[in-house]
């Protein structure tokens, strides 16, 4: 499963923010909320409820739609991008408002910030985001990681289970106690 660590995580917002804080904030709702990108992008403002500190995502490609509570760096910058936009706008405009920003201007962005940190090329998508937070949620138990990324089919979910040999070896070793 191709995903980044918390380390990696951290240093892509990192670099997001001192960029961009529109790409900062579209890279942590993915990955705090398992959000694909082409979900990222066609986010309206009646998507959040900010009294309440909630997101709704009408998922994609059959998943179920989900409630989230919103963290507190997401409401900070979220109440910056909200200012003069009305419920039916989008979150992340294109260049023309009607529309969003698209899915391509996301993808070389996340890549190109990928690039300047180093990540492998295999690691330089923003579906590594939804992955990340899969393998993320899922040590919380299987459960939880299928409700929150809105998975119909546990074997969806069952996908961040997969431990590399090293990982199963030193588990191996931790329950033996050698």
Do not use: N
């Not at 705090?32 to 997101?55: K, N, P, Q, W, Y």
């Not at 996301?106 to 579906?127: G, K």
């Amino acid at each position: 499963m191709t995903h980044l660590t918390k380390d990696q995580m951290q240093r892509l917002l990192e670099l997001a923010l001192v960029r961009d804080e529109r790409l900062y904030c579209m890279i942590l709702l993915g990955w705090r909320h398992g959000l694909r990108a082409s979900e990222i992008c066609s986010l309206r403002v009646s998507d959040f409820d900010m009294t309440g500190g909630f997101l709704t995502v009408a998922r994609l490609k059959g998943s179920f739609r989900t409630t989230q509570p919103l963290f507190p760096d997401e409401v900070k910058v979220l109440s910056h991008l909200l200012v003069g936009k009305g419920p039916s706008d989008f979150l992340f405009p294109g260049r023309k408002a009607a529309r969003p920003f698209s899915y391509s201007g996301f993808y070389d962005r996340f890549r190109e910030l990928c690039h300047d940190l180093e990540f492998p090329e295999h690691l330089s998508h923003p579906h590594v985001l939804k992955h990340s937070t899969g393998m993320t949620v899922i040590k919380q138990g299987i459960e939880y990681c299928r409700q929150y990324l809105g998975h119909r089919s546990i074997a969806s979910t069952g996908a961040y289970l997969r431990v590399s040999d090293a990982e199963a070896s030193k588990a191996a070793f931790a329950a033996f106690g050698d």
